[in-house]
């Protein structure tokens, strides 16, 4: 059974920009893991600090594998040290 999530992801304000261009470099990695099916990036337009992830996996063990890919540690790195982030992302998971 395949797994969507929903990640809502909170720019710190003047972050916005570096964020969108990090994901921008982050996609094509993502999406070429074996797992996942899906993921696309959208910016709200009425509130620029709000992204919204939305991502097709195979399986939850795929979507933690994901969360351990070299990759997604080293974004997570980049975000804690550059202040991207004003808070942690909040994940809305819905089975398939």
Known sequence: MSLLVFATITANPGQEEALKAAFHE?????????????????????????????????????????????????????????GWLAKPAELIRVPE
């Open 26 to 82: 982050l996609i094509p990695l993502v999406r070429a893991e074996a797992a996942c099916q899906l993921y696309e990036l959208y910016h709200s337009t009425e509130n620029p600090t709000r992204f919204i992830m939305h991502e097709r996996w195979d399986d939850e063990a795929g979507l933690q594998a994901h969360s351990n890919m070299p990759h997604m540690k080293a974004f997570g790195e980049k975000a804690r040290t550059h």
